[in-house]
């Protein structure tokens, strides 16, 4: 299984950014897929995941900002960041588990106050 991510960027404070993640090979829907953070000096860290049937869980410090989906038709997660904070900057990896775990590339995300 491959993981394409891309949408990190910089953003002010309260801003929006959106993740895409696009899985392509040997991909199942009864995957779960999820996005991780690492900010500089700390470690790697879930943000969110969500199952093929939309249940989806969140770290505490994001729920009710941070909107993870996925589209299985697509094989692509997203994560909708809204009301970005300083604290939100870190790179965000795609990962996928099924059986094992794959990552996709980091796509850095700066949060500017």
């Known amino acids: 299984v491959q993981l394409q991510a891309s949408g990190g960027g910089l953003v002010q404070a309260g801003g929006s950014l959106r993740l895409s993640c696009a899985a392509s090979?040997?991909?199942?829907?009864?995957?779960?897929m999820g996005w991780y953070r690492q900010a500089p000096g700390k470690q790697r860290e879930l943000v969110a995941r969500?199952?093929?049937?939309?249940?989806?869980n969140y770290v505490d410090s994001v729920k009710g900002r941070f909107t993870i989906s996925r589209d299985n038709a697509r094989n692509t997660v997203y994560l909708q960041m809204n009301s970005l904070k300083s604290e939100d900057t870190a790179v965000y990896y795609c990962?996928?588990?099924?059986?094992?775990?794959?990552w996709g590339e980091g796509t850095l995300v700066t949060v500017s106050s």
């Open positions: 969500i199952i093929s049937g939309g249940t989806a």
């Open positions: 090979g040997s991909v199942s829907r009864m995957s779960v």
């Open positions: 990962n996928y588990y099924f059986g094992r775990d794959y």
